[in-house]
């Protein structure tokens, strides 16, 4: 059917939580659009002939198709576009960072602003999830067994992919709920987490076993998971380990990792009254790093009360790795960007507790091997900063144990595991592996492309095996 396209250069606005209100509550900020709102962006859709935004989602979803459902007011039909390639739309359509993927390549967005492909994709995800009865088809099974370490988006969309192709998945999860980032990073004001338990609840009525604290390394090896009849093995255990500078005062009381920050938070509830897990509730943070999860730390840091709260980044705002929508929902709740600066020493009281962070001012010089310019060391900058907490948002590598219990499985410098390309085969015949574990930390929707690209190889894997 002809639909009447929308002309409209800027994409409709999303609601959202006054800034003052939501820096105070863990409600979700992001309101979506109402079913009006939907419509009306879905008709700024071109549906273009090539489809460039879809050549640049890493789960191949066909965007044009779910869009044009939209503008035909086919809501059902478009959830049913949605879930034929993403596991996951209600979360992609949260944390995705579109602006540089689908909605990077939208035509709409050359001479005005892209169509809201992500703000459609939540739309849609939530509107089947609250007005759908339809009930999930168990698919027959093929008689082949396939066993997913980590319950992270990686390992999730790869074993909901094995199960609709009839294969039992079993999923090892070593914390004591499955999600991974999903429930112990990202916080609850980004991404609710009764929308990713009710994700994983859709892939155990398919027939996915998930076990969680079930830590591989320790309570189960690799080769002990073929023995027990495994015939491939997914290894998708993120990168959850984190680092630090190496700078003086980091053993202090009230020096967090971002990780632990927020699995604090999120996965423990810490925000809660009635919570049993202890958090510091601080009066002035400092979090060190510029990417999503530092923004994250830092807008939790100060729903729990507190007065001041800065990023701490040696680049300027232009360089900043977190998404542009983060930054400025950062910015309108009251966070201090403290750019072009770095932390040189955690300073301490009597009672080892923080009292300050010693830093330099910093200034850019030449390109370095990434391509962005080096920051450097402006003389005679030094300065203390006035805080009694410490959050470090500099990055994750992936846990050892893996790697040290599976012998024969080959990792690089990082301690990232290698494979061979997109089909996730490591260096063990039958181990494939994907996301977190391989690239280090990255996006979500990364990690998902991965799991539906290893799903795909360990099918073809089984098959020849047993052709």
């Known amino acids: ?18 800034p003052n209100v939501r820096n105070k509550n863990f409600d979700e900020v992001a309101l979506g659009y109402t079913y009006e709102m939907a419509i009306n962006e879905a008709k700024r859709c071109l549906n273009c002939p090539k ?14 198709a779910f869009i044009a459902c939209v503008a035909n007011e086919d809501l059902e039909g478009a959830y049913k576009v949605l879930s034929a390639s993403s596991a996951l ?33 939540r739309f849609v995800a939530d509107w089947h999830r609250e007005h759908s009865d339809e009930s999930i088809v168990v698919p027959e099974s093929n008689g082949h067994k396939v066993a997913v370490i980590g319950a992270g988006p990686s390992g999730l969309t790869a074993a909901g992919d094995l199960a609709k192709l009839g294969y039992k998945v079993t999923i090892y999860e070593a914390l004591h709920l499955a999600g991974g980032v ?56 993120g990168a959850g380990l984190p680092r630090f500078m190496g700078i003086p005062g ?4 009230g020096v967090y990792s971002a990780n632990e920050y927020l699995t604090r938070i999120n996965l423990m509830k810490a925000y809660k009254k009635d919570s049993k897990t202890p958090i510091k509730h601080s009066h002035k943070v400092a979090v060190v790093g510029g990417g999503n999860v530092a923004m994250d730390a830092a807008r939790s840091a100060k729903r729990l009360g507190a007065e001041e709260v800065y990023i701490v980044y040696r ?31 955690v300073l301490g009281d ?40 410490m959050i470090m948002s500099i990055g994750t590598s992936p846990n050892p144990l893996i790697r040290s219990t599976t012998p024969g499985l080959e990792t690089n410098k990082h301690g990232c595991i290698i494979t061979n390309g997109d089909d996730g085969l490591t260096s063990r015949e039958g181990v ?8 280090g930390a990255a996006t979500v929707i990364l990690a998902m492309g991965a799991g539906k690209h290893a799903a795909k190889a360990i099918d073809e894997y089984i098959k020849s095996k047993n052709a």
Request: net charge negative.
């Open 51 to 64: 489809k460039p935004c879809q050549s640049a989602c890493p789960v191949q979803i066909d965007i044009p």
């Open 350 to 389: 009597e009672n080892g507790m923080v009292c300050g962070m010693k830093c330099v001012e910093m200034e850019l010089g030449e390109p370095d091997a990434s391509g962005r310019r080096r920051p450097v060391v402006k003389e005679g900058s030094e300065f203390v900063l006035d805080v009694d907490t």
């Open 432 to 439: 494939y592996a994907g996301g977190d574990a391989v690239t």
């Open 89 to 121: 739309p209600a979360v992609c359509g949260r944390v995705c960072p579109q602006e540089t993927q689908c909605e990077g390549k939208c035509v709409r967005g050359v001479k005005g602003e892209p169509v809201g492909i992500g703000r459609l994709e």
């Open 250 to 253: 980091e053993s202090l009381k």
């Open 315 to 345: 680049r300027g705002m232009e360089e900043l790795p977190a998404r542009k929508e983060e930054v400025e929902h950062a910015k309108e709740e009251g966070i201090i960007f403290k750019t072009l600066t770095n932390p040189v020493e």
């Open 1 to 18: 059917m002809a639909v009447k396209r929308n002309m409209d250069p800027k994409k409709c606005p999303m609601p959202s939580q006054d």
């Open 182 to 237: 999903l429930v112990y990073g990202i916080p609850e004001f980004r991404l609710p987490k009764a929308i990713v338990q009710k994700e994983i609840d859709g892939l155990k009525q398919m027939g996915v076993d998930i076990e969680c604290n079930m830590v591989i390394g320790k309570v189960l090896t690799i080769d002990e998971l073929f023995e027990m009849g495994f015939e491939a093995v997914y290894v998708a255990s």
